[in-house]
């Protein structure tokens, strides 16, 4: 990462065990461990942790939801990011809309979700819980509100939801093990996940989503190199457009089979070239890393 000028992070993780292979961040950092203790709202790479409360509400990858132009929560308006595809509008299934990262599909679907719904399927991927583990490590936050408009922008990594690139690393890893994930740097000091067990068949339909956008979503530049992942774009100012270039760019997933352990969170802090899609930014940093 020292070729970069901007604040670039990755974490890499064993998929099975949690275990920390590679926490770095680029030179802008200087001594911060920013990676493993920094605190950003993870955009649309959240949707993971939202398509499993939707699946323990009894939705499958081919259940139907509505895509709509617009989504209005409590006099609050959201909309899909800027370009979102025409084709995958109106109703569609759960794996398109996280293949196409339709925010306003995902909101619409969990409309009725309970006020912890989200935050206990996070838990069950390794985020939005503390654990203390010997050193400094923020494992994420997704606390129940009573605002709806804060529960509506949490589905898509947005409202109160917080992150570090390396409790996002759990989300994926928790998928592609098929149990749940909590990152760890210390042997002898890995935490026991509190939360209920996520279990395999429910990773099975989270891989089958995350691969479905590698197959043809937003992070088809990655076929061959990536097993299943999520991007993401996270504003970093309320009301200002993505042109500004107040955002971040976020990235994690699943190397091929041939690299079974590797499990890459990345995330981007104000790209510079003037793209802000994560499947654009910060996908191909996981591409180098995984070149390694």
């Given at each position: 990462l020292a070729g970069y000028s901007t604040l670039v992070m990755v974490a890499v993780l064993d998929r099975q065990t949690g275990a920390i292979l590679a926490a770095a961040s680029s030179p802008?950092?200087?001594?911060?461990?920013?990676?493993?203790?920094?605190?950003?709202?993870p955009g649309s790479?959240?949707?993971?942790?939202?398509?499993?409360?939707?699946?323990?509400?009894?939705?499958?990858?081919?259940?139907?939801?509505?895509?709509?132009?617009?989504?209005?929560?409590?006099?609050?308006?959201?909309?899909?990011?800027?370009?979102?595809?025409?084709?995958?509008?109106?109703?569609?299934?759960?794996?398109?809309?996280?293949?196409?990262?339709?925010?306003?599909?995902?909101?619409n679907a969990a409309a009725g979700l309970g006020k912890t719904e989200l935050h206990d399927a996070a838990a069950s991927l390794?985020?939005?819980?503390?654990?203390?583990?010997?050193?400094?490590?923020?494992?994420?936050?997704?606390?129940?509100?009573?605002?709806?408009?804060?529960?509506?922008?949490?589905?898509?990594?947005?409202?109160?939801?917080l992150m570090s690139p390396m409790a996002l690393a759990a989300e994926a890893a928790s998928a592609g093990s098929g149990h749940t994930v909590v990152p760890y740097l210390l042997a002898g000091q890995a935490p026991t996940p509190t939360a209920a067990p996520l279990t395999e068949s429910e990773a099975a339909d989270l891989r089958d989503m995350m691969g479905a956008v590698v197959a043809g979503g937003t992070l088809t530049g990655l076929q061959g190199v990536l097993e299943g992942g999520k991007s993401g774009t996270a504003r970093k100012q309320v009301g200002k457009n993505y042109a500004s270039g107040k955002y971040r760019a976020w990235f994690t997933g699943m190397a091929p089979i041939d690299k079974p352990r590797i499990i890459v969170a990345v995330m981007i802090d104000e790209p510079s070239n003037g793209v802000f899609y994560g499947g654009a930014v910060a996908a191909p940093v996981f591409s180098e890393v995984v070149q390694q």
């Open positions: 802008s950092a200087g001594a911060q461990s920013f990676v493993t203790t920094g605190r950003y709202p790479t959240m949707k993971v942790a939202t398509s499993l409360a939707l699946l323990r509400r009894g939705y499958t990858p081919d259940s139907m939801v509505d895509c709509t132009p617009t989504a209005e929560v409590n006099g609050r308006v959201f909309t899909n990011y800027p370009g979102y595809p025409d084709a995958f509008t109106g109703w569609i299934p759960l794996r398109t809309a996280l293949q196409q990262s339709c925010n306003t599909a995902f909101m390794g985020i939005g819980v503390d654990f203390e583990t010997g050193f400094d490590a923020f494992y994420g936050s997704v606390e129940p509100s009573d605002d709806p408009v804060v529960r509506a922008a949490a589905v898509i990594g947005q409202g109160n939801v």
